[in-house]
């Protein structure tokens, strides 16, 4: 019975990580380096006027997505070597059913 949880926690837990790599590709695709410009937006003084601040840079969204595409990488390969254990796990017991006269 343990098993049996334990895996289905496990492919919780891959399919998690499978939507953050989703959730990651989208986002970078979302944002080439090349359409990348600074983000203004206005602040409000104390005398009522406005002035123009930096919220991002283009530097600092290029090392964003710098991480984002490490993180990405990283990620694939945990979910890649979940996957091949799992495989492996499941070769090694067989892939046999067991009867139902056994099975108590």
């Given at each position: 019975m343990a098993t049996k949880k334990k895996e289905l926690l496990i492919e919780y837990e891959l399919e998690f990580l499978e939507?953050?790599?989703k959730e990651l590709k989208d986002y970078i695709q979302a944002n080439p380096y090349s359409e990348l410009a600074d983000r203004m937006a206005y602040k409000e003084t104390r005398n009522g006027g406005v002035i123009p601040i930096c919220i991002a840079n283009k530097e600092a969204q290029r090392k964003d997505l710098t991480?984002?595409?490490?993180?990405?990488a990283e990620i694939l390969r945990t979910v890649e070597s979940m996957r091949d254990k799992?495989?492996?796990?499941k070769e090694s017991k067989g892939n046999s059913l067991i009867p139902a006269r056994m099975d108590n």
């Open positions: 939507t953050k790599l991480q984002a595409l490490k993180d990405y799992e495989e492996a796990k």
